[in-house]
């Protein structure tokens, strides 16, 4: 019956992959515009991407795992994902500018945390790793603990970051 709405399976990816950005870009704008320092936007948008990964819709998510997503068949895709990297990799410079966060390679870091989510799909369950409230708060703490300039600012970070709420 899903041929009966789409054509091809390429249509049924494109599809879905852009009703996924269609919701997550918005999300991360408006985690922006609260204007929290960039160590605490960083923590938010990790720990809601991971969450949305891992609970309820995440399953759909399952489609950046297809080889055929990254071949020039989905040009609308890889504009996306590029508009997503760039706002990670710009948290990323401002963080690193403001001295809380190291000094990464903002491009190759900005892609890393582009595919956490896909990885938590992959490696975590709720079975092992209790919510997926949970798995979004270790996804995060563990991207925040490599690039914080001190770590022992974590705890605070995360308490700010689970204040800013969004639609």
């Known amino acids: 019956s899903v041929f009966h709405h789409f054509p091809t399976k390429e249509h049924v990816i ?27 936007s960083l923590y ?6 991971a969450l949305f990964a891992a609970g309820g ?7 950046f795992l297809l080889p055929e997503i990254r071949s020039s068949q ?14 990670y990799a710009d948290v990323l410079q401002r963080g690193i500018a403001a001295g809380l966060l190291r000094d990464v390679p903002t491009r190759v870091t900005a892609e890393f945390l582009c595919t956490l989510p896909i990885v938590s799909i992959v490696s975590f369950s709720s079975e092992r790793f ?19 300039t001190k770590p022992a600012r974590l705890e605070a970070i995360e308490k700010q970051a689970l204040s800013i709420h969004v639609r």
């Open 14 to 40: 494109a599809a879905v992959t852009t009703e996924i950005f269609g919701r997550q870009l918005p999300h991360m704008r408006a985690v922006l515009a609260v204007g929290a320092p960039p160590d605490v």
């Open 44 to 49: 938010k948008l990790v720990r809601d991407d």
């Open 57 to 63: 819709e995440g399953d759909e998510r399952r489609v």
């Open 74 to 87: 989905f040009p609308q895709v890889r504009e996306m994902w590029e508009a997503m990297a760039e706002t």
């Open 130 to 148: 209790g919510t997926e409230r949970e798995i979004g708060r270790q996804v995060a703490r563990f991207a925040l603990r490599s690039l914080l």
